[in-house]
C-alpha cells in the first residue's frame, strides 16, 4: 500500500494524519516539538517511568508534528507572537500587566521570551485578580459597542467563558494580547511548523499533518500544562503570519498545491469551477481523497483499471501506491488531496 519510498523513508507508516477539524469554541493554546525533542522527550519519559497514558505526559510519541490546516468556512486562530511594537502597545492598554513592559530588552525574542516566561510562571491567584478586572472592562465595553471578530477583545470573552474553569480566569486569555490573531477565507491556509504557539478558535477546515500526538500545552484546556517544556520549544520570532493560497503545480493546472515544506504530507486542491473536470493522475505512495464539496445533483466518479467508485461529498478514499486513476467531476465539486511529497 505505501510503496517501497514511503515505507524506507517512514518506518513502514502511513507518515500523515488527514481530517476535518469542525472548532465550535476556542482550543488549547499548544505547540508541537522538533522530531528530535520528540525522541529525546519520549526516550526520558520512558526511562523514568511515566506511563504512556499518565495525565502528566508530555511525549506518547518519537516524531513531530507539524501541519497545516485549510479553511472551508471562515476560520480564525491565534499563530506565533506579534512584532514587538504590536506586544507592547497591547500592554501598555492594559494597566494590570503593564509590569511586563519591564521585561523588554533590545532583543525582540529575548524579550518576549522573558514576559511570555513570567506570565506562565505567576501565581494562578494572581493572574485570576488582574484579569477579574480585565474581563470585567472588556465585557462593559462590549456592552457599549460589540467587539467584532477581528479584534482579541472578542476572543478573550468568548474564551472567558468557555476555557476558564474552578472559579480562575485561565491565564491564557493573554495570548490573545501577544499572539497573532489570523482570519482565513474558505480556500486560504496556514502551515504550523515545530516552535509556533498557536491555538484554533472557530471554523471549519481540512487540517492534514506528520502522524503524532505530541502537544506542549500552554493555556485555554484543563489538560496538563508543563510551563518548563513549553518554554524550552517555543519560538519567541515574532513574526508575520504567511497565509497561504493553493497554486497551480507547474504539471496541472487543475491540481493546486498548498506549499508547507513538510517531508511527510503534501495538501492540494482539485476544483471543477463551473464546468466539468477530468484529471487523471498518478499516486506515487498512499494518497487519500477527500471530497468536501458536491452539488446535491452533482457527482464525482473515481476509474481505475478494473473499476470505479462514486464518491461521497465528506466521505475519504484510501488511493495505494502505483495507482493510475481519473477523476470525473461534475461543476462545483472540491476534492482536497493528501500525499506524500516525492523529494526533489
Request: contains cysteine.
Amino acid at each position: 500500500m505505501l510503496g517501497e519510498r514511503v515505507r524506507a523513508s517512514f518506518n513502514g507508516a502511513l507518515p500523515f494524519l488527514f481530517k476535518i477539524l469542525a472548532a465550535a469554541q476556542p482550543l488549547s493554546i499548544q505547540v508541537h516539538p522538533t522530531k528530535s525533542a520528540a525522541e529525546e522527550g519520549f526516550k526520558k519519559e520512558n526511562e523514568i517511568g511515566v506511563a504512556l497514558d499518565a495525565r502528566h505526559r508530555n511525549y506518547k510519541d518519537v516524531n513531530h508534528k507539524p501541519e497545516i490546516i485549510a479553511a472551508l468556512t471562515p476560520f480564525y486562530g491565534l499563530r506565533g507572537f506579534r512584532p514587538i511594537n504590536e506586544i507592547r502597545d497591547q500592554l501598555s492598554a492594559l494597566p494590570e500587566f503593564s509590569f511586563l513592559l519591564n521585561e523588554f530588552e533590545k532583543d525582540a525574542s529575548h524579550s518576549i521570551r522573558k514576559l511570555y516566561g513570567k506570565l506562565m510562571s505567576m501565581d494562578a491567584g494572581d493572574v485570576h485578580e488582574r484579569l477579574a478586572v480585565v474581563i470585567q472592562r472588556l465585557k462593559e465595553r462590549h456592552f457599549r459597542q460589540p467587539f467584532s471578530r477581528e479584534s482579541a477583545e472578542y476572543w478573550v470573552l468568548q474564551s472567558n467563558n468557555c476555557c476558564s474553569e474552578h472559579g480562575l480566569h485561565d491565564r491564557g486569555l493573554m495570548s490573545f494580547f501577544l499572539l497573532n490573531l489570523v482570519s482565513l477565507l474558505p480556500g486560504q491556509a496556514m502551515y504550523l511548523p515545530a516552535g509556533v504557539l498557536h491555538a484554533y478558535l472557530e471554523g471549519v477546515g481540512v487540517e492534514l499533518m506528520a502522524n503524532s500526538n505530541n502537544v506542549l500545552r500552554g493555556g485555554l484546556t484543563s489538560k496538563h500544562v508543563d510551563v518548563d517544556e513549553l518554554m524550552q520549544h517555543v519560538s519567541f520570532n515574532p513574526e508575520k503570519v504567511d497565509i497561504l493560497s493553493a497554486k497551480p503545480l507547474r504539471e496541472s493546472n487543475t491540481v493546486q498545491k498548498y506549499s508547507s515544506g513538510a517531508a511527510e504530507f503534501e495538501l492540494n486542491q482539485i476544483a471543477s469551477g463551473s464546468g466539468q473536470l477530468e484529471v487523471t493522475l498518478s499516486s506515487n505512495g498512499p494518497e487519500i481523497l477527500f471530497p468536501t464539496k458536491m452539488p446535491a445533483n452533482g457527482s464525482c466518479r473515481m476509474k481505475w483499471e478494473g473499476g470505479e467508485i462514486a464518491m461521497k461529498q465528506g466521505s475519504p478514499l484510501l488511493i495505494c501506491h502505483d495507482v493510475r486513476y481519473t477523476l470525473e467531476l461534475d461543476p462545483d465539486v472540491r476534492i482536497f488531496l493528501a500525499l506524500v511529497p516525492s523529494k526533489k
